[in-house]
């Protein structure tokens, strides 16, 4: 089955900054890409997601981009503000399942103002 | 906006004992999960269901948990004899036809003493 992993599993970036999160997938079959945000007591929310068809993705200060021959994803928000601050998760397909999505294990993100 | 709600926010509970977590999924939405964190790692796929059935099983979805959809707008989790080990956050998550984006509930700590 599938496996994902993401790293760094925590990131501090000054207000401003960029931050930048990598995730790499196992099956080469998976053809779906989302990318979650989780506050704290909450859950997870879908925020972007890419399919294997596109290479990159944009919206607004966040960014997808997507390399199937490296079988890895990364994630890219630009301008951080304090409220970007949250943990991350990204996901892909079970193979080419429809419904069945793997989560990575997550990068806790903080914001400095 | 329409969102995924879960019930109870909390649920403690005996070991042994069954549990119902109760979700109620977006109005037009077909497809409906249930995943599973347990503190402090990542969200694991459980189930997914469409159509009155399971389309998908993860292996920790054993003969213990069950799901049904009892009326036209609920979706429930059941877990007939309740082990330590299940303690988690339970997050139900739902989707329309035609696309892969889920949208998560807020989830249910469920605490197994």
């Known amino acids: 089955g599938e496996n994902v992993e993401q790293h760094p599993s925590t990131l501090s970036v000054q207000e401003g900054d960029s931050a930048v999160i990598k995730c790499t997938y196992s099956?080469?079959?998976?053809?779906?890409f989302p990318w979650y945000k989780q506050e704290l007591g909450k859950g997870p929310q879908l925020i972007i997601d890419?399919?294997?068809?596109?290479g990159e993705k944009k919206d607004q200060r966040i960014a997808v981009t997507l390399n199937k021959t490296a079988k890895h994803f990364s994630l890219h928000i630009t301008e951080t503000q304090p409220e970007d601050s949250a943990v991350y998760f990204c996901?892909?397909?079970?193979?080419?399942?429809?419904?069945?999505?793997?989560f990575g294990p997550g990068t806790s993100l903080s914001v400095i103002p | 906006e329409p969102e995924v709600t879960q019930t109870p926010s909390h649920q403690v509970t005996q070991m042994g004992q069954e549990v119902i977590l109760r979700c109620v999924p977006i109005s037009n939405h077909l497809y409906f999960y249930w995943y599973r964190q347990i503190l402090g790692q990542k969200v694991e796929f459980l189930v997914s269901f469409y159509n009155n059935e399971i389309s998908e099983k993860s292996e920790i979805f054993d003969d213990q948990f069950s799901v049904e959809r009892p009326d036209g707008s609920n979706f429930t989790l059941k877990i007939r004899s309740t082990k330590l080990e299940d303690s988690a956050m339970y997050f139900c998550a739902s989707s329309e036809a035609g696309t892969n984006e889920q949208f998560f509930g807020p989830g249910t700590r469920l605490t197994v003493l």
């Open positions: 890419i399919r294997s068809n596109v």
């Open positions: 099956d080469s079959a998976s053809n779906y």
């Open positions: 996901a892909a397909s079970d193979g080419a399942s429809y419904d069945k999505v793997i």
